[in-house]
């Protein structure tokens, strides 16, 4: 069964240390992305990769780091720069547009 | 800048009768536009999708209805179920060789009402 797998769900994390949320996906797109969810805010575009070994900023990269070693995965860490890093995370992926982006079920993250 | 806009946070409609989300947009090179729906701690779900050289698609109970004219867009459910009951989001992209990525509005709370 395809899909993308997000884990883990909930991640509690200390103010000041960085942390990494894992993103897999089986349904072989070359594309994959990262958004963000605030309250009232809709979903942000944090990384994006078309390709692996490639990938590019999006509108708030800022305190975000990312890497596409392979093409199944592509993992965001979310560094002490990062000054609001509580929010849900989501990765997608797509083979086009067309059919728009799977998501996976995203990761809760919050730092205290 | 919020290049889509989703100005109605929360919608509220009764079982059985027609729920109309709407979206607006800035940016005239948005040349295909999508609906996602959303539960409570998951991840979107693609819907229903319309390119710019069309001003109507349908899928099932749902329509989008597209007005370039006026930068707008909007997803017509009918009959409205509870099963219907989420956060809606439009989303729009820029065609690119490839390297399109999606712009998300704000999101509209739908509420069906048995």
């Known amino acids: 069964d395809g899909g993308i797998t997000q884990s883990p769900k909930y991640l509690f994390r200390k103010e000041g240390q960085n942390v990494t949320l894992s993103c897999e996906q089986n349904?072989?797109?070359?594309?994959m992305y990262w958004y963000r969810q605030d309250p009232g805010q809709g979903l942000r575009l944090i990384y994006y990769?078309?390709?692996?070994?490639?990938?590019q900023k999006g509108d708030i990269a800022e305190g975000y780091s990312v890497s596409r070693e392979k093409k199944e995965s592509f993992p965001l860490t979310v560094t002490s720069a990062q000054k609001n890093p509580t929010a849900f995370y989501l990765c997608a992926s797509s083979i086009d547009r067309s059919g728009g982006y799977t998501f996976g079920s995203g990761t809760r993250l919050t730092v205290v | 800048d919020q290049q889509v806009k989703q100005n109605s946070p929360s919608l509220s409609v009764q079982e059985g009768r027609i729920s109309i989300l709407n979206c607006d947009y800035t940016?005239?090179?948005?040349?295909?536009f999508l609906w996602y729906k959303k539960y409570p701690a998951e991840g979107p779900t693609f819907l229903i999708s319309i390119s710019s050289i069309k001003d109507k698609n349908e899928d099932g109970r749902f329509t989008v209805f597209l007005n370039k004219s006026a930068k707008h867009l909007s997803l017509h459910i009918v009959p409205s179920q509870p099963g219907d009951s989420a956060v809606y989001f439009c989303?729009?992209?820029?065609?690119?060789?490839?390297?399109?990525?999606?712009?998300f509005g704000t999101g509209t709370r739908l509420t069906i009402i048995p």
């Open positions: 349904l072989n797109h070359d594309a």
């Open positions: 990769s078309q390709i692996v070994n490639d990938f």
């Open positions: 940016n005239s090179m948005f040349d295909y």
């Open positions: 989303a729009a992209s820029v065609s690119n060789f490839g390297n399109e990525k999606l712009t």
